[in-house]
């Protein structure tokens, strides 16, 4: 036995062309006809044959499944509008204690300069 194939002496394995196989699947595929009487009528062995089948059919499932995309192709940047969303604004609240009183100022956010102004010159 010729060990590095696993066949005996003197027999070398045959390879057969894609489009030879492509042409016995296809006889396969037709109605009526059995994989056992295209695998005799071709010299095949019917296991060799639901192989090349089975492979056949994978293909076409894999060609006809959308090829995946990188996540760069999947990203589309839409305009901005407006500008990003500000988040709502809330008063500033300072209140400051002093023994046993406290006392607390609200002060509109939007007018944050006029309340740090007016913080500077009640901290003198």
């Not at 089948?53 to 894999?62: C, K, P, Q, T």
């Amino acid at each position: 036995m010729n060990t590095k194939q696993g066949l005996p002496a003197g027999r070398q394995r045959r390879r057969y062309s894609p489009e030879f196989k492509a042409t016995v699947v296809e006889e396969c595929r037709r109605p009526g006809m059995s994989l056992a009487s295209v695998a005799l009528a071709n010299g095949l062995n019917a296991n060799l044959l639901r192989r090349w089948v089975v492979e056949h059919e994978a293909l076409a499932v894999a060609q006809a499944q959308p090829r995946p995309t990188s996540p760069r192709e999947k990203f589309i940047a839409l305009p901005m509008v407006g500008g990003p969303p500000s988040p709502p604004a809330a008063d500033i609240r300072i209140e400051v204690r002093r023994g046993t009183a406290t006392v607390t100022v609200s002060w509109p956010a939007q007018a944050a300069v006029e309340c740090a102004a007016w913080l500077r010159e009640w901290l003198r």
